[in-house]
C-alpha cells in the first residue's frame, strides 16, 4: 500500500500507516510504530540480538545523559536495571558499558539533590532576614549592591554564574512536563504524575528574586543622589549582561527598573543619563514578538558556534520567553492528526527548541567566582511589593491623589 506526493522539491510517501517526507518518519499510528517491530519472515530480532544489543546500550545511554530525570522515579530505575541485566547478558563489552552508565546516572541524581537542598537553604536563609522599613531609616549601617561590588563587569559576571549554575540544573523533559499531560489520548498519566519541575520553578523565581532586589536596591537610599548612583550602575551592568551574551539578567535588571515604585521616581531620574538604558529597553522591547531581542539571540548564538573563546560561547536566553515559546509550540500543534497518527513533525520541532536549550546550559561559565558577591546576591533580603511602594513614598512623597491613597492603605 504505498502512495507518493511531490511537494516542491520534497516527496512524501505512505508506506501501510507510516508517512515519510524526504526519508524522514512525519506521522504514524502508535500501532504501527509497535507492529514495525514485531519479528517477520525475514527479521527476527533474537537471531540479530548481538547486533542489536550495542544499538540498545546506545539508546540507554542517550536516554541516562539527556532525561537522567526520568530515572527519580523508582519504577523507572527498577526497569533500567531490568533492562541492563537483558541486554548485558553474556556479552562483557555491554555489561561494563551499562555499568558505566548507571554510575554516571547515579552521580547526576545525586549532584541533583545536593544542588536542590542547597537551593533550599540560601532561600532559607533570604526569608530568615525579612527586609523592612527600619533598614531604610537606617541605611547607612545597611550594605548595599554597590558596597559589595561597585564594579558593572565584575557584577554581570557573578548573576551569570547563578544563571549558568541553575541552568544546568534544568531537566529539558521539565518544559514538556510543566504542560504536556493534557493530551486526552494520554493513557499513561499516572506513571508520571509524580515527575517534578522544581528546578524550572526555581530559575524562574530567581529571576524574579533578580528583579525585586535591583528595585530594593534602588529605593533603598535616603539621598537622591545616591539613588541615581544605584541606577547608573545597574544600567551598566545590564549593559555588561548584554555584552556576555545573559539575556536573563538583563531581562530582570529591566523589570526591576520598570518596577512602578522605581519608575515613579521622576526626581531620581531626572540626575539619570538614560540613554544606554533607552537603548537596552530597544534590544528588549517585546513588540513584534521580542523581534530585536530574537535578533539579537541569533547573534550570539551564531557567535558561540564559532567561538574562539569560552566566554564567547555564553547564551543565556529571556527564559521566560523561551518557556512561552515551547508553550505555544506544544499548544498550536496537535500531538495527534485527525487520522490519529503521532505527530512527529511537531514532536522535531520540539526536540530542535530543547536541544539548543541543552547546548546553552552545557557551558561552564569561565569568569572567576567571588563568594562574598554571590552570597548578597542570592541571599540579601529584598522589599515585598508593598514595601517596594512604602519606600519609593518616603523618597519622593505622593504627587497625586492616587498616590495619597495609595500610600493610606499600605500603612
Excluded at 558596597?147 to 549554575?165: G, M, N, R
Excluded at 506513571?191 to 528583579?211: G, H, Q
Excluded at 522591547?285 to 531581542?293: A, E, G, K, Q, T
Aim: net charge neutral; proline share 4%.
Amino acid at each position: 500500500n504505498l502512495g507518493g506526493r511531490i511537494y516542491g522539491h520534497g516527496i512524501t510517501a505512505s508506506y501501510g500507516e507510516m508517512c515519510y517526507h524526504d526519508n524522514s518518519l512525519v506521522s504514524a499510528s502508535l500501532e504501527a510504530l509497535i507492529q514495525h517491530l514485531v519479528p517477520t519472515v525475514d527479521y527476527y530480532p533474537d537471531i540479530r540480538f548481538r547486533e542489536v544489543a550495542p544499538k540498545l546500550v546506545q539508546l540507554l545511554t542517550e536516554w541516562t545523559e539527556t532525561f537522567p530525570y526520568d530515572f527519580r522515579d523508582e519504577r523507572m530505575m527498577r526497569c533500567l536495571k531490568d533492562m541492563t541485566h537483558h541486554v548485558a547478558r553474556g556479552d562483557e563489552y555491554s555489561w561494563r558499558a551499562m555499568q558505566q552508565m548507571t554510575q554516571r546516572l547515579i552521580k547526576r541524581l545525586s549532584a541533583l539533590g545536593q544542588y536542590e537542598e542547597a537551593v533550599a537553604a540560601l532561600n532559607a536563609v533570604a526569608l530568615e532576614r525579612p527586609a523592612s522599613l527600619k533598614s531604610k531609616q537606617a541605611s547607612g549601617q545597611r550594605s548595599d549592591v554597590m558596597s559589595v561590588c561597585d564594579d558593572p563587569f565584575i557584577l554581570a559576571q557573578q548573576l551569570t554564574h547563578i544563571e549558568l549554575d541553575r541552568l544546568s540544573f534544568i531537566g529539558p523533559e521539565e518544559f514538556i512536563q510543566s504542560f504536556a499531560m493534557k493530551d486526552p489520548l494520554e493513557n499513561h498519566k499516572g506513571f508520571f504524575r509524580k515527575r517534578k519541575t522544581s528546578n524550572l520553578e526555581a530559575y524562574i523565581n530567581w529571576f524574579n528574586r533578580l528583579s525585586y532586589l535591583v528595585a530594593t536596591e534602588i529605593c533603598m537610599p535616603v539621598k537622591k543622589k545616591h539613588r541615581a548612583r544605584i541606577i547608573e550602575f545597574f544600567i551598566d551592568v545590564a549593559q555588561e549582561c548584554f555584552n556576555i551574551g545573559n539575556f536573563n539578567s538583563l531581562m530582570a535588571i529591566i523589570t526591576g527598573m520598570n518596577m512602578s515604585p522605581v519608575a515613579r521616581l521622576r526626581k531620581t531620574w531626572s540626575k539619570v543619563n538614560t540613554d544606554k538604558f533607552e537603548i537596552l529597553e530597544h534590544q528588549m522591547d517585546p513588540s513584534s514578538n521580542f523581534s530585536n531581542y530574537r535578533t539579537a539571540l541569533r547573534g550570539a548564538t551564531q557567535r558561540s558556534e564559532t567561538a574562539h573563546s569560552s566566554q564567547e560561547k555564553i547564551v543565556i536566553p529571556f527564559f521566560s520567553l523561551l518557556i512561552k515559546d515551547i508553550y505555544f509550540l506544544n499548544e498550536g500543534c496537535a500531538s495527534r492528526l485527525p487520522n490519529g497518527h503521532i505527530n512527529f513533525e511537531k514532536l522535531w520541532e520540539l526536540a530542535k527548541q530543547v536541544s539548543e536549550f541543552l547546548v546553552w546550559r552545557q557551558v561552564i561559565c569561565p569568569f572567576d567566582r567571588d563568594r562574598r558577591i554571590l552570597q548578597y546576591l542570592v541571599t540579601t533580603p529584598v522589599f515585598s511589593e508593598d514595601e517596594l511602594h512604602l519606600a519609593s513614598y518616603e523618597s519622593e512623597g505622593p504627587e497625586n491623589n492616587m498616590e495619597k491613597d495609595s500610600r493610606r492603605s499600605l500603612r
